[in-house]
């Protein structure tokens, strides 16, 4: 098996990021760097930068009501809650399918399985993404034209977005946004750029998966329907 799917396969990280991880040298087959289409074969010792990587056949997923306040890394460098922290005891090694900002609350999955990953967030799957958000006062119709059809931010445009209002009052106003990408504070930024700061925002869907149910800060585990929806989106 290739060095990155098995990374992947055994909880270390994405696919992706497995190939960062090896290009910089902090993997080793047999305690040498290896490159990046190295093979693991049976009885050989991975490790990542230090740690060994033991082959886990169970694949374990659930689904967080993540709260603002918490990172979605496995551990931080300023020393701020991360979303493991929101784990029960006994969760075996798992990670955060994509990030929600430290500010962002709502649905976040966790899993062991590369392969679920990478088919989530990989741009030309177009999973979609639903968002509730607030932004203060009101939105022109023109600014929510121009988000539909795409803004530039940091230089390149987002794809096409659907984007309706929940609620109008003289204070805020209530938007549902769906997104088919997952560039870094995408929605954020998508309103930044029509002038209009997000106030609030929570992930509310993954496709046809919501939180119903899920109280904010709690985490259960996938049904197997879920996860097969979820394989097959
Ligand atoms: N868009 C953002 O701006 N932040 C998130 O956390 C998710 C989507």
Redesign the pocket.
Known sequence: MRINKFLAENGVTSRRNADKLIESGEVTINGKPCSLGAEVKEGDVVQVNGSKITANAKKEYYIMNKPKGYVCTVSDDKGRPTVMDLLPAGVGRVFPIG???Y??EGLLLLTNDGDLTFRLTHPKNEVP?T?LIRIEGDISAQAIAKLRSGVEIDGVKTQKSNVHVVESTDDYTKLHVT?TE?RN?????MFESVGKE?VF?K?IKIGDLTLRGLDRGKVRKLSPEEIHYLQHI
């Open positions: 990030r929600l900002d500010d962002t993404k968002y997104i997952g504070r995408q929605v954020r930024k997000v925002l992930r």
